[in-house]
């Protein structure tokens, strides 16, 4: 149980376009998700909390307009690089709090490469 | 005081041999203290984790001590095999958030 799966993998795309990833909990439903970013070697810093049904909560120093985090479903979350550039290129990694277990428990997603070329 | 400090950078051990990472943290609001495992390319996967009411807890080959006084908690990887090379990250947490804090992340190489 409590797994949570991410779309795409990888992905590659040019400068000044979009990229959306897909964050789903595939055997529960996950009223709040976050979204990670960990640059090589690095450790994962938070971008921001997802609740399903209610804007996202950023970090300080994340800009709103730029990741833009839907959580439309109880398993379903989506961020949205816009107008991505080079310095967004990053792994991605989303998680997601499992109701009914322990209060804190996040179970992450395998993550996703962006590239932006 | 958001910070969760995290040693060694990096970590070499002979299989059979005991690993020792180490976290320490300044906020005492925090009260839940998980351990993950990532492997390149991978997310990170939830090891063993613990509250501030418990000096210690242990899961197979792994254990965490707790410090509450000092403030400080330690990973304990009994046995280490090569398959454990993987790069560990302590985090801590405060009630009413659910968010992590994440220390830096050691980085396990067992020799085989």
């Known amino acids: 149980g409590a797994v949570v799966s991410q779309h795409p993998s990888w992905v590659i795309c040019k400068s000044g376009t979009s990229v959306k990833i897909e964050c789903r909990s595939l055997d529960f439903q996950a009223t709040t998700m976050f979204w990670y970013r960990q640059f090589p070697k690095q450790s994962l810093m938070l971008m921001a909390t997802s609740n399903e049904g209610s804007k996202a909560t950023y970090e300080q120093g994340v800009e709103k307009d730029k990741f833009l985090i839907n959580h439309a479903s109880l398993t379903l979350s989506t961020l949205t690089v816009t107008s991505a550039h080079p310095e967004d290129s990053s792994f991605y990694i989303c998680s997601a709090r499992v109701p009914g277990t322990s209060f804190y428990e996040q179970y992450f997603g395998p993550g996703t490469r962006l590239t932006v070329t | 005081q958001q910070q969760v400090k995290q040693s060694p950078q990096s970590l070499i051990v002979q299989k059979g041999g005991i690993s020792i990472i180490n976290c320490a943290y300044e906020n005492t609001a925090f009260d839940y203290f998980p351990w993950y495992q990532q492997f390149p390319g991978k997310g990170p996967a939830l090891l063993i984790a613990?509250?501030?009411?418990?000096s210690e807890k242990k899961e197979g080959r792994f254990t965490i001590s707790f410090n509450k006084s000092a403030k400080q908690f330690s990973l304990h990887i009994m046995d280490s095999q090569p398959g454990d090379s993987a790069t560990y990250f302590c985090?801590?947490?405060?009630?009413?958030?659910?968010?992590?804090?994440f220390g830096t992340g050691t980085r396990l190489k067992v020799l085989a």
């Open positions: 985090a801590a947490s405060m009630g009413g958030t659910y968010k992590y804090i």
């Open positions: 613990i509250r501030p009411d418990v």
